[in-house]
């Protein structure tokens, strides 16, 4: 569960008193220091997540339900969450994602070992996952109604299911569970839909989500490309470096 105190550095900190002096007078501080820990150490979580301890269906379905508040649009909320638990239709799937990709993930990482290399971090992690989806309690499947035409270039898609499921990820966090977005297994989503009895020609599966207990301590923020290098105000060429006086 999120603790109280944060593990943030200096730049949060400094990001905090920022927004303290922003914020409005009916908002209550703690909870903006825990939806920020929440939205700061949300990772993509592969070795963590605990193999042994099953989780409940309560849990799944309570985070379902908050995912569902997530907006679509035109509210079309044109999607199906399809919730694996079945021991052999997980290795179905498991076998399938490696089939898709996995396995290419799994050399990869063999090529790659020691580097030390962050991408090299993540294609190992990836490979971890990729050789014990199996073994992972929950799969979730999202999907949404429809397929999109070659040349579909309107709303309500992809970009319709993708806040629910990022708020479905939030939501196993702040429980004490982790999960990870992964797209390996559509390249064979014919195969999954076969396998999950999913009518291929009018669903869509978006994404595989691994869902487990986390083990170990907490998570951290993630390094990530600094703001002033991918925000602008106002115009494209308008530097935020130059706009704004507490970077
Ligand atoms: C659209 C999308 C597709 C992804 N596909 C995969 C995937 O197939 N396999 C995987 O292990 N991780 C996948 N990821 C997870 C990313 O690798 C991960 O989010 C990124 O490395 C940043 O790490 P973090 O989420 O822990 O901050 C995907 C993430 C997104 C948003």
Not at 37 to 54: A, G, H, N, Y
Not at 63 to 87: F, M
Not at 194 to 213: K, S
């Amino acid at each position: 569960m999120l603790a109280a105190t944060l593990p943030w550095g200096n730049g949060c900190r400094r990001s905090r008193r920022a927004s303290d002096e922003a914020r409005g007078t009916d908002v209550d501080s703690s909870q903006i220091a825990t939806v920020d820990e929440l939205l700061t150490t949300t990772r993509s979580v592969r070795r963590r997540l605990d193999l042994e301890r099953p989780v409940p269906d309560e849990v799944v379905v309570d985070c379902l339900r908050l995912a569902l508040q997530a907006p679509t649009g035109g509210n079309a909320q044109n999607w199906r969450w399809l919730v694996v638990r079945d021991p052999a239709t997980r290795q179905g799937l498991a076998e399938l994602y490696r089939r898709a990709g996995g396995l290419a993930i799994i050399e990869a990482a063999q090529r790659v070992a020691g580097s030390g290399r962050v991408g090299d971090r993540v294609t190992a992690s990836a490979a971890h996952l990729a050789g014990n989806l199996e073994h992972v309690p929950v799969l979730v499947v999202p999907c949404m109604l429809g397929r999109h035409p070659a040349d579909y270039n309107g709303p309500g898609m992809w970009d319709s299911i993708l806040p629910a499921i990022w708020s479905f990820q939030l939501a196993l966090r702040s429980r004490g569970l982790g999960s990870c977005y992964t797209t390996v297994h559509r390249r064979r989503e014919r195969e999954a839909a076969a396998l999950l009895g999913i009518p291929y020609d009018d669903v869509t599966q978006v994404a595989l989500l691994p869902v487990a207990w986390t083990t170990g301590r907490g998570f951290g923020p993630a390094p990530r490309r600094p703001l002033e290098d991918v925000m602008a105000f106002d115009r494209w060429d308008e530097h935020l470096t130059e706009r704004v006086p507490w970077h």
